[in-house]
C-alpha cells in the first residue's frame, strides 16, 4: 500500500517537474547576458576572445577563468566572482594591466585616409571615408587600442580622458592607523 | 594667498573612545567599592592581574600584527575588558585565573578576530565561558560576604603566608560557601522549596546577603552612565525586562520552586551585565530597536540557563549565544529612513 | 504653533555667532575684477552673451540660460569684458571651468530697472518668467534655479504652506539674520510675492530661538505688514534644522518622500535671502548681481557682513576685513560644517556663497585619527535622515557600494553630524561622498559600456548584412549563368567584339 503511495506520489511529482521545465523555460542563455551585462564592453580581444560576448560564453561554459579582462579591473572579476559565486582572483597580467581608461587620437597632420583604422574599430566609434580625414568620436572610443595596429602611419596615440566637472570622483579617504606601518 | 586644503565638516569632535571608556571604569568604581566591602581584597588582586596582563597582550598583538601602539592602548579598552572580566571572577581565585582569563580575551576573543571594533564575542564573557568550562572548580571558590564571615577572621587573613598547607585549607573551607545562585540552583535539585532555601543565612531581604548590596551599586554606576549619554537605556531595559518577565510568569506558575523575579534580578551578574557586559558597543545590535530587543533576549536566556541549564549563573553564556544571534537582529531591525514608509 | 522634533541632530554644537551677529550690512566696494563661472547654479552651465571687448553696464545679461533647469549671469557693475576662459572655480575638486572675466571701469552704471510694483496685475506664469530672466537661484548654498522651483501652477498636488528658511543652523553665518533684522519689510513683500505665484493659503518665516531680537523685528514687521497668511515662528537651535527637509519635518510633522521634492506634498520652501532678491527683482526690477555674506573667523582681522557684487574675487572682500591676521590656517567658503576649503582667494564669490571663513587651527581641526569602527551607534541617534552610517560606513570602506545604495545612501545630505559624533573621529561624510561620486560613475560606465554594447551588435549585424548581401548577389549571378547556355552568350560577346574592333580600325 505505501509503495502505491510512493509511486503515485513520484509521478506526480515528475509531471511537475515536466510541466515547469516547459512552461518556465527561458530561452538563450541567462547566465552569459549576465556574465556580458557585467563586462565592459570594449570588445578589445585582450582575453584572447573577439568580443566581450565569446568570452562571457567561455565564462560561462567553463572554458576560460574570470580574471581575464584588463579593461574589466579588479572591480570586474569581484562583479563576475560575485555573479557566479566563486572566489575573486588576481587579474592575469599576461593580457595586459589596469590602466585609466584612455582615448584614441588621431593625429590629421599624418593621416592617409586608408579607412583601416575605420575597419578595425568594433564600435565604428572612428569617422571618415576613403582618402578623406578619419577622426575619432571621443565619446564612443571604449579605449580598445584595435586601431593602433592596423594604422600604416602609426598617427594614432592614446590620450587619458579628458576630465569633467560632472564626472569628478572625491577621493577615498584612508582607513588609518589600521593600516600596516601607519604610525 | 595660496592655503591647504582639507575636508569638512572642520569642527572638532565631541566624543572619543577614550572618554567613553573612562566613563566606564569611574560609574565601576561604585560596584568595586562594594566588592571590597562585602568580599574583601581579592577583587583588587584579580583587577591588577587582569590589567596588567591585558594591556601587555595588547601590546604584544598589536607589535605582531603592525599596527601602532599608542593609539590602541590609549584607548582603555582593553582595560575595561579586564575589569569586567576581573569583577565576574571569584574573588580567592589563584593568581593564573585572571591571568589565563585576560589572556584569553585579549589575544583569543579580541585581536585574533581583527582587534577593536572587529569581534563578534563579548571578550571578557569568553573568557569567562572557557574559564568556567575548563576549571569549574577553581572558578567556584567564592569568599562569603562580610556579614557572614566567622567570628575573629578577616579578608586580611588571606594574605598571611600560611605555610601549613591544613592551616590554609581550614581557613579557605571557614570563608568560603557558595553563592546565592549556586546554592538555590543546589537546592532546588534536591527538591528543597525556595521559602526553606530562603531561610539559609546566605539570602538576605531582597537577594543573597552581600550581593545584593553590590548589584545595587552597580546599579548606581550603570545609571551614571546612562545620565553621561555613554550607553542609552535600551540594552539594560531590554535585559531586565526580559528577564523580569519570564522570571516572573514562572514564578505565578510555581512559586514553590522558582524564586521571585527580585531575586534573580538582583543576584548574581544580572545588574552589571545589564548596564557593562551587554552594552558593549562592538558587539551589540546597531539600531535602537535592535539594541532591546538584544537586551530582551539575552535577559531570558539568562533566566533558561540559570533555572535550567547546567550552570548557576547564565549572564556569560546567554550574552554570547545572543552575539551569534546579532547579525540577524540588525538585518531586522533597521531604522525607519526620513521619507520612506 | 505647534512643532514636531526631527531625529537627532546636534543641540549643543558650538555657535560662533557673536563674532558677526552684531555686525551691520555694509557694502563691499566695486572690485577691479568680476568672475563669473558660467556653471554656479544647478542644472544646465550658462552659455556666454558677450565676447571679449564688449561693454557691459550692471545688471545686464551676459550669459543665457541652457534648458530648463538653469539660469542667466547678470553683470555685477559696468566694464568691459577681458576673457572667457578657464579659471578656478569654487568648487571642491579644485577643477577650473569656463568663466566670464570683467574689467570694472569704475563707474558703475546700471542698466535700467524694470519695476512691476503692482504685481498683483500680472499673470503668476510671467513673474515666473520675469524671476528667471533675472537670473535668480536659491541663495541659501543650494542656488537650485528658483523659477523652475516656483513652476508649481501644473503640480497634481495645489501648494498649500510656504517656507521661508531664515534658520541659518551653520556656526559662523549670521548674513540671514542680519538681512531679517534690517530689511524685513522688503523680504515680507517678497513673501507676498511667492504667495501670490504659488497660491499657497500661509507662509511660515521661521528662525531659530538664539536671536531673538532678529525675531522680535520680524514679528514687528510681520504685524506692520498686515497679511494675515504670513506667521513668523521660532524654532529650536539644533543643527541642522536648515536643512530644507528638516526644517518641513519640524514646522509641519510632513516628510518629504525620498525622491521627491517639496512641491510634491503641496510645500515651497525658500531661503529668505532668495525671498529679497525675488522682490529686489519684482518690485525693485533689478536682477541679481549681489548678495549678503559673512566674512568671518580668527583669520581676518575684522570680520564684516558684507553686501557683495557676485563675482567679487575673495581677496578683494579680505581687503575690507583689513586684511589677514597670522592665524589664518584656512580659507573655507560655507559654514565648518558643509562647506569647502579653497586653494587660494583668488576665486570668485558665486551665487551660492554665503559665507567666508577665514579660519586658525585653533578653530578647526584639519587632520583627524580614524579608530576603527566600535559601533557604538552615536552616528545612526545623530542622523537627521535616520539613516544608519555605521553600515553605510562598512559597505563603503569595503567597496561594496550597491549594498550601500541600498541602504539610501543616496538619502543623506551631508549635514556632517555623524562624523561630529562619532568617537572613533572617522571620516564619515568622505566615505559618504566618496561612495556617492564613485556610484555615480559607475552608473555612466555602465551606460557607456551599455551604448558600446549596443554599438558593437549594430556593426556586427551591418557586417553581417553585408556579407549576406555579397553571397546573395554572388549566388543570384551563378544562377544566372547556369540559366542561359553558355554557348549563346559567348557568340554574342565574339561578334560584340568583333563589331567594336572594326569600329576602331573605322576611326584610325
Known amino acids: 500500500m505505501s509503495s502505491l503511495i510512493l509511486i503515485i506520489l513520484f509521478a506526480a511529482l515528475g509531471i511537475l517537474l515536466g510541466y515547469v521545465a516547459i512552461r518556465f523555460k527561458v530561452e538563450g542563455d541567462p547566465l552569459v547576458d549576465k556574465i556580458d551585462a557585467v563586462l565592459p564592453q570594449t570588445q578589445c580581444g585582450q582575453c584572447n576572445f573577439p568580443g566581450c560576448r565569446p568570452y562571457a560564453q567561455a565564462i560561462a561554459n567553463g572554458e576560460a577563468d574570470i580574471n581575464q579582462c584588463p579593461p574589466g579591473g579588479e572591480a570586474g572579476i569581484a562583479a563576475l566572482a560575485d555573479l557566479l559565486g566563486v572566489d575573486p582572483k588576481p587579474l592575469n597580467e599576461e593580457n595586459g594591466v589596469e590602466k585609466a581608461t584612455m582615448v584614441a587620437v588621431i593625429d590629421e597632420e599624418t593621416c592617409i585616409g586608408c579607412k583601416l583604422c575605420i575597419q578595425a574599430c568594433p564600435v565604428d566609434a572612428i569617422l571618415g571615408a576613403p582618402k578623406h580625414m578619419h577622426t575619432v568620436i571621443e565619446a564612443e572610443c571604449t579605449g580598445c587600442e584595435l586601431c593602433l595596429p592596423p594604422c600604416p602611419v602609426e598617427c594614432i596615440t592614446m590620450e587619458p580622458v579628458t576630465q569633467t566637472l560632472t564626472l569628478w570622483q572625491w577621493d577615498k579617504p584612508d582607513a588609518s592607523p589600521q593600516k600596516k606601518g601607519a604610525s | 594667498m595660496q592655503f591647504l586644503t582639507s575636508n569638512a565638516p572642520f569642527i572638532e569632535p565631541q566624543n572619543s573612545i577614550q572618554k567613553m571608556m573612562l566613563w566606564v571604569l569611574i560609574a565601576l568604581t561604585p560596584g568595586i567599592a562594594a566588592m571590597v566591602w562585602q568580599f574583601g581584597y581579592g577583587v583588587l588582586a584579580n583587577i591588577i592581574i587582569c590589567v596588567t596582563t591585558a594591556l601587555t597582550a595588547e601590546a ?76 569549574p572548580k577553581s572558578m567556584t571558590v567564592w569568599v562569603l560576604p562580610q556579614s557572614l564571615l566567622p567570628t575573629g577572621t578577616s579578608f586580611l587573613d588571606v594574605f598571611t603566608p600560611l605555610t601549613d598547607q591544613q592551616a590554609k585549607k581550614a581557613l579557605i573551607d571557614a570563608i568560603t560557601a557558595a553563592t546565592p545562585l549556586d546554592e538555590m540552583k543546589t537546592q532546588l535539585n534536591l527538591n528543597k522549596t525556595v521559602e526553606e532555601i530562603r531561610t539559609s543565612a546566605v539570602f538576605g531581604n531582597l537577594a543573597g546577603q552581600g550581593w545584593q548590596w553590590v548589584s545595587i551599586a552597580y546599579l548606581i554606576g550603570g545609571l551614571v552612565l546612562m545620565y553621561k549619554k555613554i550607553i542609552t537605556w535600551h540594552i539594560p531595559a531590554g535585559l531586565l525586562l526580559g528577564l523580569f518577565i519570564i522570571s516572573f510568569i514562572f514564578y505565578l506558575i510555581e512559586p514553590s520552586i522558582k524564586p521571585s523575579p527580585l531575586f534573580h534580578l538582583l543576584s548574581g551578574g544580572a545588574i552589571l551585565g545589564a548596564f557593562f557586559i551587554a552594552t558593549d558597543p562592538v558587539t551589540a545590535a546597531a539600531s535602537l530597536k535592535g539594541r532591546f530587543i538584544y537586551g530582551l533576549l539575552i535577559g531570558m536566556l539568562t533566566y533558561i540557563i540559570r533555572t535550567w541549564g547546567g550552570y548557576p549563573e547564565g549572564i556569560a553564556f546567554a550574552v554570547i549565544l545572543i552575539n551569534m544571534a546579532v547579525p540577524l537582529i540588525d538585518h531586522y531591525t533597521p531604522p525607519r529612513v526620513y521619507g520612506h514608509k | ?120 496685475q500680472l499673470p503668476a506664469t510671467e513673474l515666473v518668467q520675469l ?65 501670490y505665484i504659488t497660491g499657497a493659503k500661509r507662509a511660515i518665516l521661521a528662525v531659530e530661538d538664539n536671536i531673538p531680537d532678529t525675531f522680535t523685528s520680524i514679528q514687528q514687521a510681520v504685524a506692520q505688514n498686515g497679511n494675515g497668511a504670513v506667521c513668523a515662528v521660532q524654532i529650536p537651535t539644533i543643527y541642522p534644522t536648515g536643512g530644507e527637509k528638516q526644517l518641513i519635518q519640524t514646522l509641519t510633522g510632513k516628510e518629504v518622500p525620498s525622491g521627491n521634492i517639496p512641491a510634491d506634498i503641496g510645500i515651497v520652501s525658500t531661503n529668505v535671502g532668495t525671498v529679497y532678491a525675488v522682490q529686489q527683482a519684482i518690485i525693485e526690477g533689478k536682477p541679481l548681481t549681489s548678495r549678503i555674506i559673512t566674512v568671518t573667523g580668527e583669520g581676518v582681522k575684522k570680520p564684516h557682513n558684507l553686501e557683495v557684487r557676485i563675482g567679487t574675487p575673495i581677496n578683494a572682500l579680505i581687503d575690507v576685513c583689513q586684511g589677514y591676521t597670522k592665524h589664518a590656517d584656512r580659507l573655507i567658503m560655507g559654514g565648518p560644517m558643509m562647506g569647502f576649503a579653497l586653494l587660494n582667494d583668488e576665486i570668485p564669490i558665486v551665487k551660492a556663497t554665503n559665507c567666508i571663513l577665514v579660519a586658525s587651527q585653533q578653530e578647526v581641526i584639519t587632520e583627524k585619527q580614524a579608530m576603527p569602527c566600535i559601533r557604538c551607534g552615536l552616528c545612526a541617534s545623530a542622523c537627521p ?11 563603503s570602506q569595503s567597496d561594496q557600494l550597491e549594498k550601500a545604495e541600498k541602504l539610501n545612501l543616496f538619502d543623506c545630505i551631508e549635514c556632517g553630524c555623524c562624523d561630529v559624533v562619532c568617537p572613533s573621529h572617522i571620516p564619515l561624510v568622505q566615505h559618504f561622498r566618496y561612495a556617492k561620486s564613485a556610484l555615480k560613475v559607475q552608473k555612466h560606465e555602465k551606460h557607456l559600456s551599455n551604448v558600446a554594447r549596443e554599438r558593437f551588435e549594430a556593426r556586427e549585424k551591418r557586417i553581417a548584412q553585408e556579407k549576406a548581401e555579397r553571397a546573395e548577389r554572388a549566388r543570384k549571378k551563378k544562377a544566372a549563368l547556369q540559366k542561359k547556355p553558355a554557348k549563346e552568350e559567348i557568340e554574342a560577346a565574339v561578334s560584340r567584339s568583333k563589331a567594336k574592333k572594326t569600329s576602331l580600325e573605322e576611326e584610325d
Open chain 3, 131 to 195: 524671476i528667471r530672466d533675472a537670473g535668480l537661484v536659491g541663495l541659501g548654498g543650494a542656488a537650485f534655479p528658483t523659477a523652475v522651483k516656483l513652476n508649481t501652477q501644473n503640480k497634481v498636488t495645489p501648494i498649500d504652506t510656504l517656507i521661508l528658511n531664515g534658520a541659518e543652523c551653520e556656526p559662523y553665518i549670521s548674513c540671514d539674520d542680519r538681512l531679517l533684522k534690517e530689511r524685513a519689510h522688503q523680504v515680507i513683500e517678497g513673501i507676498e510675492i511667492l504667495l
Open chain 3, 385 to 395: 535622515v535616520s539613516l544608519m552610517p555605521q553600515q553605510l560606513y562598512w559597505h
Open chain 2, 60 to 135: 604584544v598583538m598589536l607589535r605582531l600584527r603592525g599596527r601602532p601602539l599608542r593609539p590602541f592602548l590609549s584607548d582603555l579598552s582593553a582595560v575595561v575588558t579586564a575589569v569586567l572580566l576581573a569583577l565576574a571572577l571569584p574573588t580567592l581565585a589563584p593568581w593564573w585565573l585572571p591571568f589565563i582569563g585576560a589572556l584569553i580575551a585579549i589575544v583569543m576573543a579580541k585581536h585574533l578576530y581583527g582587534g577593536l571594533g572587529y569581534n563578534p564575542f563579548n571578550p571578557a564573557m569568553i573568557a569567562f565561558a572557557i574559564l568556567i568550562v575548563s576549571f
Open chain 3, 1 to 120: 504653533m505647534k512643532l514636531w522634533r526631527f531625529n537627532g541632530g546636534l543641540p549643543s554644537l558650538a555657535e560662533h555667532k557673536n563674532e558677526s551677529v552684531h555686525l551691520p550690512i555694509e557694502t563691499a566696494p566695486v572690485p577691479k575684477q568680476l568672475i563669473y563661472p558660467l556653471g554656479q547654479h544647478i542644472g544646465s552651465p550658462a552659455k556666454p552673451l558677450v565676447k571679449v571687448g564688449d561693454k557691459v553696464l550692471r545688471g545686464q545679461k551676459i550669459a543665457n540660460a541652457q534648458g530648463v533647469i538653469s539660469a542667466p549671469i547678470h553683470a555685477g557693475s559696468s566694464g568691459t569684458v577681458v576673457s572667457i576662459a578657464d579659471h578656478l572655480i569654487p568648487h571642491p575638486s579644485g577643477f577650473s571651468a569656463l568663466s566670464i572675466t570683467i574689467q570694472t571701469d569704475g563707474h558703475d552704471n546700471s542698466i535700467e530697472p524694470k519695476p512691476q510694483p503692482d504685481f498683483r
